[in-house]
């Protein structure tokens, strides 16, 4: 082979190898470029979205309302705050059991220690406890399983009626049921659901009762 041939030979060759490294350069290149770790955004580029939490203004006043506007509180709620009214508003209402009946306000058709026209009172359907019973006059009948706060705000014993005591129609089924650890009030009288039966206070002269299946109970004794 002649100087001149062996010299394009190798011109030839090196040619090739510069394209080859090009060609592979440009491989590498691509195939680093389409991978995941160099398509991934910078991680200060994406907005974090957190959980919604119900916020209230830290400048609200003690005892202001902090529930949301799209957020109906249950009962249960409504009567946590301090000095919140009660969560029920019932005139005539019964226990969960059904065994205890009771009227906050309104017009009786009873008399309760003597009063007609006591501020609440509530009779238990089936009594089982020991309490006087009432003498009533005029062949009515006398309920010892009974109680009320007369209307001069005094817990009283006790029951004496013809018919239907209170206020209402149909029969105790029909009546709406205030639930355990729930009250209903009317001016200052608060009635009080609770296991061991229903309280109702006079919130001005401070007297209460509780009447339950086994016990009849003013001012707690």
């Not at 955004?41 to 506007?69: L, N």
Request: a negative charge; charged letters at 15%.
């Amino acid at each position: 082979m002649s100087d001149a041939a062996h010299r394009r030979l190798v011109t030839g060759l090196a040619l090739l190898v510069v394209v080859l490294a090009v060609a592979a350069a440009a491989l590498v290149w691509f195939i680093v470029d389409r991978s995941p770790e160099s398509t991934a955004v910078p991680e200060a580029s994406v907005a974090h979205t957190e959980p919604r939490e119900w916020v209230t203004s830290a400048a609200a006043a003690p005892g202001a309302d902090d529930t949301p506007a799209n957020k109906t509180p249950g009962p249960a709620q409504a009567t946590e705050a301090a000095g919140q009214a009660p969560a029920y508003s019932y005139d005539v209402f019964q226990s969960p059991t059904g065994n205890i009946v009771c009227q906050v306000g309104g017009q009786f058709a009873a008399v309760f220690g003597g009063d007609s026209t006591p501020r609440a009172a509530c009779y238990v359907g089936s009594f089982s406890g020991q309490a006087p019973r009432p003498t009533c006059q005029g062949g009515v009948s006398s309920m010892e399983g009974a109680a009320a706060v007369d209307s001069r705000g005094r817990a009283v014993q006790g029951m004496c009626a013809g018919g239907q005591p209170f206020d209402y129609r149909g029969g105790p089924s029909s009546l709406p049921v205030l639930p355990y650890g729930q009250a209903t009030s009317d001016g200052q009288v608060t009635c009080t659901s609770r296991e061991d039966g229903m309280t109702c206070e006079d919130s001005g002269s401070g007297e209460r009762f509780t009447v339950s299946r086994q016990a009849v109970s003013l001012n707690g004794s």
